[in-house]
């Protein structure tokens, strides 16, 4: 039998071994690659990374953080990292991100705007951001200080500071149809627009800014003229119809033109920053300097129908200056209205010559305005166009005038004035009239019915007498010239050719013709032998 506490082998125990510190496990590599791929990462980033800018709008229309992109010329320099409102809520600030290589769009004068469709003056602009979305545009500045926070414009520049050209200055009386991006145009050709506009200080006119291309900045010299450019320039006055038209572009959106105003005569270009008036019109533009204005009164006693602030003053077809206003007043002395029109005019228009003679010392300045009306100087209203009626103020040398006496010394100075033509032949037609009613009319009607009572009985009674010549005289007359006729017949008859009369005349008119000669030739004979009277003709 077999012992059945058979004892058993003992079990072999693991040897400890010590691990070494030194070497790392495999299961670590893993994390610590990501970690340092992680930080090159990083460390890229913040290496590639721009500066950090925040850009309040308006509002926030069409802007997506983490998506919308800053662009400069259409190459990404940043994207839009957030989007919040301010703490008063009246408007956006979105924070961008820049990239390295737009280090310098931090500048103190940095531009951002967003592109979005738009229509303006200047055109249509951002169609392409219709598929792609809108984005914010920038302008680089070129200012040395840098600054964190910007105001982002609600309108996109005209001009960026990469544009070349020259800016210039321009003084009006209004706006117009102009406004931001209205463009410039030189000889029809688009060299420039307007940059900016704002009120004058005093509140009388409006200054402009516009932008002039290179190379056509140089065509600006100090000679040079501006004026409102709209694409039909229609005038109706006392001269005429006239029209003028530029680029259709300017039909809608209105448009500043110029030119030199004597391009004979070589001016110096204009230096930046120069200021200009600009005229309504280019006949305006182009007129030659006015000197100083004279305000003149003067009062008719007719109807000014047809004459309007701006009708023109004329002195035989140049014109002097424009009518300013028009009024009325009533006359205690006489007991009726006169009407009074309030012109300007230009004394510097009438001529060189004449201005000089004018500032001559010897003359007063009242001796020579009373030589003037002395000598017939008036005005008067003139009709300038027959299909408008619209009338205009004409100054001229009338001798057969009255003498006037003018008070020299009266401030508005008064001129004299004289009826117009078409008042002349209405009172010419007036005394023609006059004199026509008093023609008596009745007695020349009652003397004509008279006289035709008697021209009737006349022509009864020589209705009678032919009558009684018809049957009594008429016989008579047809039988003497039936034999009238008959004796022109029995003459035709002894006249014609072959009539015996008539060779019996031409045989005798040859006889005479041959006795005729015959005495030729005794008359020559004898001429020749005088002596044969008395001896007789010798024999040859």
């Known amino acids: 039998m077999t012992d059945t506490h058979e004892e058993k082998p003992a079990l072999l125990q693991p040897k400890r071994v010590r691990q070494r510190n030194w070497l790392p496990s495999l299961v670590w590599l893993i994390p610590i690659i990501a970690a340092v791929v992680g930080l090159t990462l990083v460390a890229k980033i913040l290496v590639d990374r721009g500066p950090m800018v925040t850009v309040s709008f308006r509002s926030a229309e069409g802007l997506e953080a983490g998506k919308t992109k800053v662009k400069y010329k259409d190459v990404d320099i940043g994207q839009v990292q957030s989007i919040k409102l301010s703490e ?18 931090d500048a103190e004068d940095t531009r951002y705007w967003v592109v979005r469709p738009r229509i303006a003056a200047s055109g249509i602009s951002g169609l392409g951001t219709l598929l792609s979305g809108a984005y914010i545009g920038a302008d680089a500045g070129a200012s040395g200080e ?22 210039f200055v321009l003084h009006a009386d209004d706006l117009g149809s102009l406004d931001i991006g209205t463009p410039v145009f030189y000889r029809r050709i688009k060299v420039g627009q307007v940059m900016a506009y704002d009120l004058d200080a005093d509140g ?16 600006i010299t100090l000679n040079s003229r501006f004026w409102h450019a709209s694409g039909f320039d229609a005038e109706l006055n006392a001269s005429g119809f ?10 809608v959106l209105g448009g500043i033109a110029f030119r030199d105003r ?12 120069t200021e200009y008036q600009l005229a309504d019109d280019e006949s305006t533009a182009m007129k030659e300097p006015d000197g100083t204005p004279q305000t003149v009164l003067l009062y008719f006693d007719q109807s000014l129908r047809g004459l309007q602030p701006g009708a023109t003053v004329d002195f035989r077809g140049v014109v002097l200056g424009e009518v300013k206003n028009i009024g009325i007043e009533y006359d205690r002395n006489k007991g009726e209205f006169r009407m009074p029109v309030t012109v300007q005019i230009y004394p510097d228009r009438l001529g060189h010559r004449f201005n000089q003679e004018m500032t001559e010392p010897r003359y007063s300045h009242a001796e020579r305005l009373r030589f003037l009306v002395k000598r017939g100087l008036r005005a008067q209203l003139r009709n300038g166009n027959l299909l408008t009626g619209q009338l205009y103020v004409a100054i001229d040398f009338f001798p057969k005038a009255k003498p006037v006496q003018i008070d020299t010394e009266k401030v508005p100075l008064e001129l004299p004035t004289i009826p117009g033509s078409l008042d002349e032949i209405q009172s010419q037609i007036a005394d023609i009239a ?7 009319f009745d007695e020349i009607g009652r003397d004509l019915q008279s006289t035709v009572k008697t021209l009737n009985k006349t022509l009864t009674t020589a209705e009678q007498t032919a009558a009684r010549i018809n049957n009594d005289i008429a016989p008579e007359m047809t039988a003497a010239m039936k034999d009238a006729r008959k004796t022109l017949n029995a003459a035709e008859r002894t006249l014609s050719d072959d009539a015996p009369l008539q060779q019996d005349i031409r045989q005798t008119m040859q006889e005479l ?24 003709k010798q024999e040859p």
Do not use: C, M, W
């Not at 600030?93 to 280090?103: D, F, G, M, N, R």
């Not at 006239?242 to 039909?251: G, P």
């Not at 001016?267 to 920053?273: C, I, L, M, R």
């Open 262 to 273: 004597n391009e004979e005569e070589k001016s110096p270009p204009a230096k930046e920053g």
């Open 513 to 536: 013709s041959r006795a005729a000669a015959s005495i030729r030739i005794l008359t020559d004979y004898l001429q020749q032998h005088p002596e044969s009277l008395i001896r007789g």
């Open 88 to 105: 008063d809520r009246s408007h956006v600030l979105v924070s961008i991100q820049l990239t390295k290589e737009a280090s310098g769009f």
């Open 242 to 251: 006239k029209l003028h038209t530029q680029a259709l572009s300017t039909v």
């Open 204 to 219: 009388r006119g409006v200054t402009l800014r516009i932008f002039i291309n290179s190379p056509y900045d140089k065509f």
């Open 146 to 167: 840098t600054k964190k926070d910007f105001v982002g414009l609600e309108q996109p520049p005209i001009v960026t500071r990469d544009a070349s050209g020259r800016q």
């Open 434 to 440: 006059g004199k026509l009613s008093k023609v008596p």
